[in-house]
Antibody, heavy 118, light 106 residues
Framework: EVQLVESGGDLVKPGGSLRLSCAAS????????MTWVRQAPGKGLEWVGR??????????DYAAPVKGRFTISRDDSKNILHLQMDSLKSEDTAVYYC?????????WGQGALVTVSA | SYELTQPLSVSVALGQAARINCVGNNIGNRNVHWYQQIPGQAPVLVIY???KRPSGIPDRFSGSNSGSTATLTISSAQAGDEGEYYC?????????FGGGTKLTVL
């Protein structure tokens, strides 16, 4: 059974950094395309970025609001996906979900809350 | 950038059919996916590639896509179907979501 568990959410000041982790089980993350999706309080879903499988080059793509500030990476030895977030802004406050990409966005974690506030 | 437009809310009587539209430029030429989000929970994929159902999704859920409109239909809405529904497509390597539709079952 595929499971995704996010961790690392916290309260951080504007301009600060935070790294989220997504621990995967039931599959090997290097074989999968994966995304991060966020949801601001009371708002809809917003795509953050994607990493392709190793076989497809392992490249990343990012949404315009986070490009240059956020970085998606994998720790293959631990089967963990990371989202490094730098230069955080108040508008980055949201629940962050990691997902697999296959049929659609097939499997979702429970989410990690990131609050950016002074 | 590509945009998807959904109604803010849809209401349906218990046991009746609910239809949620997703409008986009020539959306019929794209694969549309639909997600259900029950309050306090993570989204769940309910329809992929316009009309296909993942395993475990009741056959009350169906989808169609043509022209400028994709539609999610719940044939006999239940109280447990209440929540937010989002359509999604891929556009130039980016996932695009509709704004979401709140389904209320009366």
């Amino acid at each position: 059974e595929v499971q995704l568990v996010e961790s690392g959410g916290d309260l951080v000041k504007p301009g600060g950094s935070l790294r989220l982790s997504c621990a995967a089980s039931g599959f090997i993350i290097t074989d999968a395309w994966m995304t991060w999706v966020r949801q601001a309080p009371g708002k809809g879903l917003e795509w953050v970025g994607r990493i392709k499988s190793k076989a497809d080059g392992g490249t990343t793509d990012y949404a315009a609001p986070v490009k240059g500030r956020f970085t998606i990476s994998r720790d293959d030895s631990k089967n963990i996906l990371h989202l490094q977030m730098d230069s955080l802004k108040s508008e980055d406050t949201a629940v962050y979900y990691c997902t697999t990409v296959h049929l659609g966005l097939d499997n979702w974690g429970q989410g990690a809350l990131v609050t950016v506030s002074a | 950038s590509y945009e998807l437009t959904q109604p803010l809310s849809v209401s349906v009587a218990l046991g009746q059919a609910a239809r949620i539209n997703c409008v986009g430029n020539n959306i019929g030429n794209r694969n549309v996916h639909w997600y259900q989000q029950i309050p306090g929970q993570a989204p769940v994929l309910v329809i992929y590639r316009d009309y296909k159902r993942p395993s475990g999704i009741p056959d009350r859920f169906s989808g169609s896509n043509s022209g400028s409109t994709a539609t999610l239909t719940i044939s006999s809405a239940q109280a447990g179907d209440e929540g937010e529904y989002y359509c999604q497509v891929w556009d130039s390597s980016a996932a695009v979501f509709g704004g979401g539709t709140k389904l209320t079952v009366l």
